[in-house]
Protein backbone atom coordinates (compact mmCIF):
# COMPACT_ATOMS: atom_id res chain seq x y z
CA UNK A 1 0.00 0.00 0.00
CA UNK A 2 1.27 3.26 -0.56
CA UNK A 3 2.39 5.75 1.96
CA UNK A 4 -0.23 8.39 0.93
CA UNK A 5 -2.60 7.75 -2.46
CA UNK A 6 -4.80 10.10 -4.24
CA UNK A 7 -7.31 9.56 -6.80
CA UNK A 8 -4.96 11.23 -10.27
CA UNK A 9 -8.20 12.46 -11.59
CA UNK A 10 -8.79 14.81 -13.47
CA UNK A 11 -11.71 15.98 -12.48
CA UNK A 12 -13.17 18.49 -14.84
CA UNK A 13 -15.85 20.81 -13.30
CA UNK A 14 -17.81 24.18 -14.33
CA UNK A 15 -17.40 27.01 -12.92
CA UNK A 16 -19.14 27.25 -9.50
CA UNK A 17 -19.13 24.10 -9.12
CA UNK A 18 -18.48 22.36 -5.83
CA UNK A 19 -15.26 19.79 -5.70
CA UNK A 20 -13.76 17.32 -3.07
CA UNK A 21 -10.70 15.53 -2.88
CA UNK A 22 -9.75 12.77 -0.41
CA UNK A 23 -6.34 11.22 0.46
CA UNK A 24 -5.43 8.41 2.55
CA UNK A 25 -2.41 7.60 4.10
CA UNK A 26 -1.26 4.59 5.72
CA UNK A 27 0.52 5.01 8.85
CA UNK A 28 -1.17 5.98 11.99
CA UNK A 29 2.10 7.78 13.33
CA UNK A 30 1.96 10.64 10.89
CA UNK A 31 1.14 13.67 12.39
CA UNK A 32 0.72 17.05 10.16
CA UNK A 33 -1.11 17.25 7.32
CA UNK A 34 -0.80 19.49 4.72
CA UNK A 35 -2.26 20.31 0.96
CA UNK A 36 -0.41 21.93 -1.80
CA UNK A 37 -1.21 23.31 -4.78
CA UNK A 38 1.29 22.64 -8.10
CA UNK A 39 0.69 24.59 -11.62
CA UNK A 40 2.02 22.98 -14.79
CA UNK A 41 6.01 23.19 -14.39
CA UNK A 42 5.83 25.45 -11.45
CA UNK A 43 6.70 24.43 -7.64
CA UNK A 44 4.30 23.44 -5.05
CA UNK A 45 2.62 26.23 -3.30
CA UNK A 46 1.42 25.43 0.30
CA UNK A 47 -2.66 25.79 0.43
CA UNK A 48 -3.31 24.91 4.04
CA UNK A 49 -2.53 22.89 6.62
CA UNK A 50 -4.92 20.48 8.14
CA UNK A 51 -5.90 20.20 11.40
CA UNK A 52 -7.79 17.70 13.32
CA UNK A 53 -10.55 20.00 13.90
CA UNK A 54 -10.82 20.83 10.66
CA UNK A 55 -10.03 24.12 9.11
CA UNK A 56 -11.61 26.90 6.59
CA UNK A 57 -10.15 29.38 4.47
CA UNK A 58 -12.20 31.29 2.31
CA UNK A 59 -13.63 28.42 -0.54
CA UNK A 60 -11.19 25.92 0.46
CA UNK A 61 -11.88 23.59 3.46
CA UNK A 62 -9.81 21.09 4.38
CA UNK A 63 -10.96 17.83 7.24
CA UNK A 64 -8.51 15.35 8.58
CA UNK A 65 -10.25 12.06 10.18
CA UNK A 66 -7.31 10.02 11.89
CA UNK A 67 -9.53 7.75 12.94
CA UNK A 68 -9.89 6.51 8.52
CA UNK A 69 -6.43 8.05 7.81
CA UNK A 70 -7.46 10.52 5.58
CA UNK A 71 -8.22 13.95 4.75
CA UNK A 72 -9.88 15.62 2.42
CA UNK A 73 -10.09 19.34 0.23
CA UNK A 74 -13.39 20.87 -0.66
CA UNK A 75 -13.27 23.68 -2.86
CA UNK A 76 -16.54 25.59 -3.12
CA UNK A 77 -17.21 28.01 -6.01
CA UNK A 78 -14.78 26.86 -8.34
CA UNK A 79 -12.86 29.47 -10.17
CA UNK A 80 -11.01 28.83 -13.57
CA UNK A 81 -7.95 29.74 -11.42
CA UNK A 82 -8.01 27.32 -9.66
CA UNK A 83 -7.33 24.40 -12.43
CA UNK A 84 -4.36 22.95 -11.47
CA UNK A 85 -2.75 19.89 -9.62
CA UNK A 86 -3.57 19.33 -5.73
CA UNK A 87 -1.35 17.67 -3.51
CA UNK A 88 -1.74 15.81 0.05
CA UNK A 89 1.08 16.18 2.07
CA UNK A 90 2.06 14.04 5.39
CA UNK A 91 4.50 14.28 8.06
CA UNK A 92 5.96 11.55 9.51
CA UNK A 93 8.56 11.06 12.35
CA UNK A 94 11.59 10.25 12.35
CA UNK A 95 14.75 9.91 14.51
CA UNK A 96 15.85 13.70 14.09
CA UNK A 97 14.15 13.99 11.50
CA UNK A 98 10.45 14.14 9.65
CA UNK A 99 9.69 12.31 6.65
CA UNK A 100 7.90 14.35 4.30
CA UNK A 101 5.94 12.24 1.56
CA UNK A 102 3.52 13.66 -1.40
CA UNK A 103 0.36 11.82 -2.76
CA UNK A 104 0.31 11.81 -6.50
CA UNK A 105 -1.71 14.64 -6.60
CA UNK A 106 -5.09 15.11 -8.04
CA UNK A 107 -5.68 17.56 -10.92
CA UNK A 108 -8.61 19.44 -10.87
CA UNK A 109 -9.87 21.62 -14.50
CA UNK A 110 -12.11 23.95 -14.38
CA UNK A 111 -14.39 24.69 -17.22
CA UNK A 112 -15.60 27.62 -18.14
CA UNK B 1 6.29 34.70 2.60
CA UNK B 2 9.57 33.21 2.53
CA UNK B 3 11.83 32.90 -0.52
CA UNK B 4 14.05 30.05 -1.39
CA UNK B 5 15.87 30.12 -4.83
CA UNK B 6 17.41 27.44 -7.03
CA UNK B 7 20.28 27.92 -9.18
CA UNK B 8 20.08 26.95 -12.33
CA UNK B 9 16.86 26.70 -13.31
CA UNK B 10 17.57 24.16 -15.93
CA UNK B 11 21.00 22.61 -17.28
CA UNK B 12 21.73 20.29 -20.00
CA UNK B 13 24.87 18.23 -19.28
CA UNK B 14 26.70 15.42 -21.19
CA UNK B 15 26.42 12.25 -19.82
CA UNK B 16 29.08 11.48 -17.29
CA UNK B 17 29.60 15.20 -16.08
CA UNK B 18 28.56 16.22 -13.05
CA UNK B 19 25.64 19.19 -12.42
CA UNK B 20 25.86 21.52 -8.60
CA UNK B 21 22.73 22.82 -7.84
CA UNK B 22 22.52 25.15 -5.65
CA UNK B 23 19.40 26.09 -3.10
CA UNK B 24 19.46 28.99 -1.09
CA UNK B 25 16.72 30.32 1.67
CA UNK B 26 16.84 34.43 1.13
CA UNK B 27 14.97 36.30 3.63
CA UNK B 28 15.06 33.61 6.55
CA UNK B 29 17.56 30.74 8.06
CA UNK B 30 16.61 27.06 7.19
CA UNK B 31 18.01 24.50 9.79
CA UNK B 32 16.47 21.91 7.41
CA UNK B 33 16.07 21.60 3.32
CA UNK B 34 14.47 18.66 1.70
CA UNK B 35 15.61 17.94 -2.00
CA UNK B 36 12.83 16.20 -4.15
CA UNK B 37 13.32 14.79 -7.60
CA UNK B 38 9.68 14.88 -9.86
CA UNK B 39 9.45 12.68 -13.19
CA UNK B 40 7.03 13.61 -15.56
CA UNK B 41 3.41 13.23 -14.28
CA UNK B 42 4.81 11.70 -10.92
CA UNK B 43 4.42 13.35 -7.59
CA UNK B 44 7.53 14.72 -6.29
CA UNK B 45 9.98 11.67 -4.25
CA UNK B 46 11.92 12.46 -1.53
CA UNK B 47 15.04 12.59 -1.97
CA UNK B 48 17.24 13.51 0.90
CA UNK B 49 16.93 15.81 4.21
CA UNK B 50 19.55 18.03 4.90
CA UNK B 51 20.68 19.61 8.31
CA UNK B 52 22.48 22.70 8.58
CA UNK B 53 26.12 21.28 9.79
CA UNK B 54 25.36 17.42 9.54
CA UNK B 55 25.09 14.79 7.10
CA UNK B 56 21.98 14.42 5.04
CA UNK B 57 19.61 11.79 5.37
CA UNK B 58 18.74 9.52 2.82
CA UNK B 59 15.58 8.21 1.53
CA UNK B 60 15.63 4.65 0.69
CA UNK B 61 16.80 3.82 -3.06
CA UNK B 62 18.35 7.16 -3.23
CA UNK B 63 22.16 6.09 -3.66
CA UNK B 64 24.27 8.78 -1.35
CA UNK B 65 27.49 8.52 -3.46
CA UNK B 66 25.56 9.75 -6.76
CA UNK B 67 23.47 12.77 -5.02
CA UNK B 68 26.01 14.40 -2.84
CA UNK B 69 24.47 16.88 -0.52
CA UNK B 70 25.97 19.92 1.09
CA UNK B 71 24.49 21.84 3.57
CA UNK B 72 27.50 24.37 5.11
CA UNK B 73 25.25 26.90 6.15
CA UNK B 74 22.04 27.99 7.32
CA UNK B 75 21.02 29.63 3.54
CA UNK B 76 22.74 27.25 1.17
CA UNK B 77 22.30 23.72 0.74
CA UNK B 78 23.69 22.17 -2.53
CA UNK B 79 22.93 19.40 -4.22
CA UNK B 80 25.70 17.63 -6.99
CA UNK B 81 24.56 14.90 -9.33
CA UNK B 82 27.91 12.95 -9.86
CA UNK B 83 28.51 11.17 -12.88
CA UNK B 84 25.10 12.02 -14.53
CA UNK B 85 23.44 9.53 -17.07
CA UNK B 86 20.63 10.28 -18.87
CA UNK B 87 17.83 8.42 -16.50
CA UNK B 88 18.63 11.14 -14.16
CA UNK B 89 17.08 13.79 -16.02
CA UNK B 90 14.38 14.84 -14.28
CA UNK B 91 13.22 18.17 -12.24
CA UNK B 92 15.20 18.76 -9.02
CA UNK B 93 12.95 21.02 -5.88
CA UNK B 94 14.44 22.09 -2.90
CA UNK B 95 12.67 23.22 -0.12
CA UNK B 96 13.31 24.64 3.19
CA UNK B 97 11.59 24.79 5.91
CA UNK B 98 11.12 28.10 8.32
CA UNK B 99 12.50 27.79 11.86
CA UNK B 100 9.51 29.87 12.90
CA UNK B 101 6.79 27.57 11.00
CA UNK B 102 4.80 25.32 13.94
CA UNK B 103 3.28 23.27 11.04
CA UNK B 104 6.18 22.80 9.60
CA UNK B 105 5.78 24.62 6.87
CA UNK B 106 8.04 24.27 3.79
CA UNK B 107 8.70 26.50 0.92
CA UNK B 108 10.25 25.50 -2.34
CA UNK B 109 12.17 26.60 -4.60
CA UNK B 110 11.47 26.99 -8.70
CA UNK B 111 12.91 23.83 -9.28
CA UNK B 112 16.25 22.54 -11.69
CA UNK B 113 15.10 20.73 -14.52
CA UNK B 114 18.10 18.89 -15.83
CA UNK B 115 18.34 17.07 -19.12
CA UNK B 116 21.19 14.63 -19.61
CA UNK B 117 22.51 14.01 -22.92
Known amino acids: RKEVEQDPGPFNVPEGATVAFNCTYS??????FFWYRQDCRKEPKLLMS???SGNEDGRFTAQLNRASQYISLLIRDSKLSDSATYLCVVNLPRAGYQKVTFGTGTKLQVIP | GAVVSQHPSWVICKSGTSVKIECRSL??????MFWYRQFPKQSLMLMATSNEGSKATYEQGVEKDKFLINHASLTLSTLTVTSAHPEDSSFYIC?????????????FGPGTRLTVL
Open chain 2, 27 to 32: DFQATT
Open chain 1, 27 to 32: NSASQS
Open chain 1, 50 to 52: VYS
Open chain 2, 95 to 107: SARAPSGGDNEQF
